[in-house]
């Protein structure tokens, strides 16, 4: 699973893709107990003084709605066509060491996906909680197009959370083709949204708009700790 992890990074440094389309590889793990503390201050040692290019690296726990014993997960993110960090600025050793002191705190290393953002609004920083939703869509086309008229249309709603919607495209959990992800304060933030979205007749018809869709998993993230 080392050399998995650091074929990953290796790839994500030196990707070469066409386009500005923002990409991303997450790698889920199930830590030791009582250990969040040291992994991330590990976390904060390796990347504290990397300069990210167009992209970052983040830390999360993985709260309700896991179901395969992952407890927390890294995701990196970059443009793609652009080198997410220089090519000196986190050397092979580096890497290394990183993965050799995260290795004393994880009793396992879970699934690991990559994919594309199709859409993506930037929230606030103190919005931490996020709520993922994995799903199967018949046509991304027009999910994304019916995703991005809910959002315009409930843009005040959304001010200051991050949205998005993306693809999975290697390593698809559960047979999952898309994810879509909301930010917020806390869990009852998120239902106090949802409550006054399914009130309002608008957006139940917008939702239906965006075509069949399958509910595979969703799942609860905490941000711990993000570097861009």
């Known amino acids: 699973m080392k050399k998995v992890l650091i074929t990953i990074v290796v790839a994500l440094f030196a990707c070469q893709l066409s386009g ?18 040291d992994l991330l201050e ?27 014993g ?3 997960r ?15 600025a986190m050397s092979d050793d580096k890497a290394d060491l990183l993965w050799s002191r995260m290795a004393n705190y994880i009793e396992e290393w879970q699934t690991s996906y990559s994919g594309r953002v199709s859409s993506w609004q930037a929230g606030k920083e103190e919005n931490k909680t996020v709520h993922i939703w994995d799903i199967k869509i018949e046509d991304p086309n027009v999910f994304k197009a019916g995703h991005d008229k809910i959002v315009d249309t409930f843009k005040e709603d959304f001010e200051g959370r991050s949205v998005g919607f993306g693809t999975y495209d290697f390593g698809r959990p559960n047979g999952a083709t898309h994810w879509i992800a909301l930010s917020g304060k806390n869990k009852e933030d998120h239902m106090m949204l949802y409550q006054k979205f ?13 075509g069949p869709v399958e509910n595979v998993k969703d799942y609860e993230l905490r941000i711990l700790k993000q570097f861009q």
């Open 20 to 37: 500005q389309t923002m990409a991303y590889s997450a790698v889920e793990f199930k830590a030791k107990p009582h250990t969040q503390k």
């Open 74 to 88: 890294m995701v990196w993110f970059w443009t793609m066509g652009e080198d997410l960090m220089a090519e000196d």
């Open 42 to 68: 590990i976390f904060n040692r390796t990347f504290d003084s990397v300069a990210m290019n167009q992209g970052g690296v983040s830390l999360e726990r993985i709260g309700n709605g896991r179901t395969n």
């Open 198 to 210: 399914w009130s309002n007749k608008t957006f139940v018809k917008l939702i239906k708009e965006r």
């Open 70 to 72: 992952a407890t927390h």
